[in-house]
């Protein structure tokens, strides 16, 4: 069995995250969520992996290199041109269109292919998923999972009958249209036949333009009903709920990294923690290299990456915050992500860094101040 990773998306409902970072590359517990589905493919024996890339590809790329700290082998195939200015634009194929370049350039595809979108935590018994998709002879299967009926809004939705063959879909139906509440997990086994459906360079789909051909053929097309965790990262307010969820040790596989220090606290190597007023309750991570003041105030599920500087007074509730934030004197954050130059409510409210308080929160590494003295220096102006 081999397996293909979508990757070439641009990831805009994660903005801001997604500025700097491909959506496979965004981290949970300080690892990528690709690196996830790598280790978990190899733990079935799926050792020949592809990955489509487009948007930041190289990012993606330079992470995993061609596999071999996995065991396994991967090849990238990008999607774009470079234009007259010798730059690369990124323009992604489809997910079923980036399928057949690969198919085309080397033949990848000749033996039973698992396909999975590369920004979801998943934990499916993919030797059993096999084994159903063969004893039914199927030509392509979709792996779905049962969602409440109050939520189907959310996903797509797959319609079939009681053998589990495939009549329809239906992409974020009403609680009051949808005829089914078993959601496409955007897991996918397909036969190599497949590729031979999909024409040659053009955008295609395929849950829009791929899945609606095979039904419309009659081709031995099932779907699987399968309980397994499947945690997606649709939207920022999704991110911020997994990694609550992951902190406060729901989501089973998932083992905090670092060393346990404290009761609900771990930590990096080398961070530096002054203690006098200082509160900590866990579940807490705390990053290498990070430094934590005196009279902090910290309450899980909190993540603190990597480099970071918690000044002191600085309280911080619920929140995540990326490698090198540096939260300054006596401010608060509650149930916050802090991005590099974004901050991000719960809700899904963004700010750049000039839409708020110049003294909240900076870079790690900028040690001087700038844009404190940027505001002193409006001030002279001013009075002058």
């Known amino acids: 069995m081999k397996a293909m990773i979508l990757a070439a998306g641009k990831g805009t409902r994660v903005r801001p995250l997604t500025y700097d970072l491909p959506k496979p590359m965004i981290p949970i517990l300080g690892k990528p969520v690709m690196a996830y589905l790598i280790e978990h493919l190899a733990k079935y024996g799926v050792k020949e992996i592809m990955v489509n890339v487009s948007y930041l590809h190289e990012k993606i790329e330079d992470y995993f290199g061609e596999g071999y700290q996995y065991g396994v082998q991967i090849g990238y195939s990008f999607e774009g041109y ?17 399928m057949k370049k690969i198919q085309e350039f ?3 595809f000749d033996d039973t292919t698992i396909v999975m979108c590369g920004d979801a935590l998943i934990d499916l018994d993919i030797k059993s998923a096999l084994f159903e998709h063969r004893r039914k002879g199927a030509l392509a299967s979709v792996i779905t999972r049962e969602v409440p009926w109050d939520k189907v809004s959310s996903y797509g939705v797959v319609v079939a009958d009681k053998d589990g063959r495939i009549q329809s879909f239906q992409e974020k139906p009403s609680r009051e249209e949808a005829r089914s509440n078993f959601a496409s997990t955007g897991i996918y086994i397909f036969e190599p036949e497949v590729l031979d459906l999909i024409p040659s360079k053009e955008n295609f789909d395929i849950g829009s333009d791929l899945f609606p051909l095979l039904a419309a053929k009659g081709l031995p ?8 965790n499947w945690i997606d990262i649709g939207t ?3 991110y911020w709920e997994v990694c609550q969820s992951v902190l ?7 083992d905090m990294p670092g060393i346990q220090i404290n009761d609900g606290l771990w930590v990096g190597l080398n961070t530096s923690i002054d203690w006098e007023g200082t509160t900590i309750e866990g579940p807490v991570y705390i990053g290498s290299g990070t430094r934590i003041e005196r009279n902090v105030t910290i309450v899980g599920p909190t993540w603190i990456g990597s480099g970071s500087h918690i000044c002191s007074g ?3 509730r619920r929140s995540v915050l990326f490698e090198y934030t540096r939260v300054l004197p006596n401010v608060s954050l509650d149930e916050m992500i802090v991005f590099k130059d974004y901050s991000v409510g719960r809700a899904g409210d963004m700010k750049h860094v000039s839409e708020v308080d110049p003294d909240a929160w900076a870079n790690a590494r900028d040690r001087r101040s700038k844009r404190r003295l940027e505001k002193n220096i409006v001030s002279i102006h001013k009075s002058v």
Do not use: C, I
């Not at 470079?82 to 980036?98: H, K, M, R, W």
């Not at 097309?221 to 397994?228: D, E, L, M, N, S």
């Open 221 to 228: 097309f099932y779907a699987q009903r399968r309980a397994f």
């Open 248 to 254: 406060m040790g729901e989501v089973a596989h998932l």
């Open 82 to 98: 470079t234009n007259d200015q010798g730059e690369v634009v990124p323009q992604p194929l489809g997910s079923a269109g980036g």
């Open 236 to 238: 920022v307010s999704d």
């Open 106 to 108: 080397g033949g990848f």
């Open 314 to 316: 600085a309280t911080l």
